[in-house]
């Protein structure tokens, strides 16, 4: 077990380019890390790795094994459970991230049930607006919604994300409640950019198959999707936003649904992993969970 250990240190420290980081992440140190890879260079007969004093790159040889040491991790991952049947047969740690209101809504208020049904895994889970990499920070798998970039990472559809629009009660007081697209020209839309300085957009809305926008004031911007929902509950405009994350504050009636023939198109969600060919059982069985957790707010 030595040399599958040696394995995994390798395939840290080759992900985040650091010895030091890697240490971090396998609460180990840095010097036993370091010892390690230098076992593996000289079992192997040659050199994985560049070091320099700024950073850590992977040789020609060192990339060549280090894809064929994900598989077999992963390989060695399926050995240890493939006898195994029932709660005892997931074990092991996932690494995961997903947007934060998902997180903190739908899937951590469940995930005490999916533990109880396995209880030898253990997490490390991380909810944040921004994205992540997966391969450099180990992730074993991470949930996106909106349009996906060529990441070379391999996507496993959803659904797509219902949106509607929202509004307070007391900023609907003060306002009136818009009926029409006409409405709103004396109405306030708060807007979320995932970048400050980015040029925010106006009131989507579908209209013959096309998504369309509407230019409207506004008095704020932001780059949390917490601040979004909480400027929104103090009444400083109108959002639109997934379902799954407005759940809760309109069950409360923190906020109400305004419009719904005109809310903002769907958004794809999927569920990313790295591209390897035998994928743990774990993250499989845990893909699977996730995507019938979130699926009372999917259109499939």
Same mark, same amino acid.
């Given at each position: 077990m030595?040399?599958?250990?040696?394995l995994?240190?390798f395939?840290?420290?080759?992900?985040?380019?650091s010895?030091?980081?890697?240490a971090e992440?396998?609460a180990?140190?840095?010097a036993?890390?370091?010892? #390690?890879?230098?076992?593996l260079e000289?079992? @192997?007969?040659?050199r994985?790795l &560049? +070091?320099?004093?700024?950073? %850590?790159q992977l040789?020609?040889d060192?990339q060549?094994f280090?894809?064929?040491c994900?598989?077999?991790l992963?390989?060695?991952?399926?050995l240890?459970?493939?006898?195994q049947?029932g709660?005892?047969?997931?074990?092991?740690?996932?690494?995961?991230?997903m947007?934060?209101?998902?997180?903190?809504?739908?899937?951590?208020p469940?995930?005490?049930?999916?533990?109880?049904?396995?209880?030898?895994?253990?997490?490390?889970?991380?909810s944040?607006?921004r994205?992540?990499?997966?391969?450099?920070?180990g992730?074993d798998?991470?949930?996106?919604?909106?349009?996906?970039?060529?990441?070379?990472?391999?996507?496993?559809?959803?659904?797509q994300?219902?949106?509607?629009?929202g509004?307070?009660?007391?900023?609907? #007081?003060?306002?009136?409640t818009?009926?029409? @697209?006409?409405?709103?020209?004396? &109405? +306030?839309?708060?807007?979320? %950019?995932?970048?400050?300085?980015?040029?925010?957009?106006?009131?989507?809305?579908?209209?013959?198959g096309?998504?369309?926008?509407?230019a409207?004031?506004?008095?704020l911007?932001v780059?949390?999707?917490?601040?979004?929902?909480?400027?929104?509950?103090?009444?400083?405009?109108?959002?639109?936003?997934?379902?799954?994350?407005l759940a809760?504050?309109l069950?409360?009636?923190l906020?109400?649904?305004?419009?719904?023939?005109?809310?903002?198109?769907?958004?794809?969600?999927?569920?990313?992993?790295?591209?390897?060919?035998?994928?743990p059982q774990?993250?499989?069985?845990?893909?699977?969970?996730?995507?019938?957790?979130?699926?009372?707010?999917?259109?499939?």
């Open positions: 030595k040399t599958i250990e040696g995994q240190i395939v840290r420290v080759a992900e985040l380019s010895f030091t980081q890697a992440q396998l180990l140190p840095k036993r890390v370091s010892t #390690a890879v230098q076992q000289g079992q @192997l007969g040659t994985l &560049h +070091r320099t004093t700024r950073k %850590v040789t020609q060192g060549a280090y894809e064929r994900k598989d077999l992963a390989d060695v991952d399926e240890q459970g493939m006898f049947h709660v005892q047969s997931l074990r092991g740690r996932l690494r995961v991230d947007p934060t209101l998902i997180a903190r809504d739908q899937i951590i469940r995930l005490p049930e999916f533990l109880a049904a396995h209880p030898h895994l253990s997490f490390e889970f991380s944040t607006d994205r992540v990499d997966v391969v450099r920070e992730f798998c991470v949930l996106r919604v909106g349009p996906l970039a060529d990441s070379g990472l391999v996507a496993r559809p959803v659904g994300l219902r949106q509607i629009n509004a307070s009660p007391g900023y609907l #007081a003060q306002h009136g818009p009926q029409t @697209l006409d409405d709103l020209a004396s &109405h +306030r839309l708060i807007h979320y %950019v995932p970048t400050l300085g980015a040029k925010p957009g106006g009131w989507e809305y579908v209209q013959e096309r998504v369309r926008s509407l409207m004031a506004s008095v911007t780059n949390s999707t917490e601040a979004y929902q909480s400027a929104c509950v103090a009444g400083l405009g109108l959002i639109q936003a997934p379902a799954a994350g809760s504050l069950a409360r009636g906020l109400v649904e305004v419009m719904p023939q005109h809310r903002a198109p769907s958004l794809p969600v999927s569920l990313l992993y790295a591209n390897r060919r035998n994928l774990r993250v499989q069985v845990f893909m699977a969970w996730v995507a019938e957790t979130l699926a009372p707010y999917l259109d499939h």
